[in-house]
């Protein structure tokens, strides 16, 4: 009998750009509802934080924020600054999108061997919520 269940994860992030490797909550809460095999999807309910897969290495992820900070500089003459001074973390989170697809294989994530779950935050520090919905068996 196919499965549809949807869970949400609170996330608190602790700086003004961070990203936070979240793969070990979402294996617990696989593990936790039995998942063997079938279809997830993570998403960032939040239009400044987005989520992504890549390795999970300390530096590597302060690097990510870092050089996506300068990409997308503060105050660069947005628009949206004159609403509430954070186009910057709304065009940082396009570019690492809202959500990730993944696969549940055999009770297990099916992310390569140096992939992780990356939330990524660009207007913290603020609590956070992940949406999870999975489908399958
Ligand atoms: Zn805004």
């Keep these: 009998m196919t499965k549809v269940l949807?869970?949400?994860?609170?996330?608190?992030?602790?700086?003004?750009?961070?990203?936070i490797d979240v793969t070990e909550m979402i294996r617990n809460w696989i593990r936790s509802e039995g998942f063997s095999d079938g279809i997830l999807t993570v998403s960032?309910?939040?239009?400044?934080?987005?989520?992504t897969i890549n390795e999970g290495?300390?530096?590597?992820?302060?690097?990510?924020?870092?050089h996506l900070s300068k990409l997308?500089?503060?105050g660069a003459g947005y628009l949206h600054d004159k609403v509430d001074n954070?186009?910057?973390a709304h065009i940082a989170a396009t570019l690492i999108g809202?959500?990730?697809?993944?696969?549940?294989?055999?009770?297990s994530l099916g992310l390569g061997t140096w992939q992780r779950?990356?939330?990524?935050?660009?207007?913290?520090?603020?609590?956070?919520?992940?949406?999870?919905n999975f489908v399958g068996v």
């Design 6 to 19: 949807h869970t949400k994860l609170s996330v608190k992030t602790a700086a003004d750009v961070e990203v």
């Design 44 to 51: 960032s309910v939040h239009t400044t934080a987005g989520v």
């Design 117 to 132: 779950v990356l939330f990524v935050e660009f207007d913290g520090p603020r609590s956070r919520t992940i949406r999870c």
């Design 72 to 74: 997308v500089p503060k």
């Design 98 to 107: 809202s959500s990730a697809t993944l696969s549940v294989v055999s009770k």
């Design 86 to 88: 954070n186009a910057h």
């Design 57 to 66: 290495e300390s530096r590597l992820m302060e690097d990510i924020g870092m």
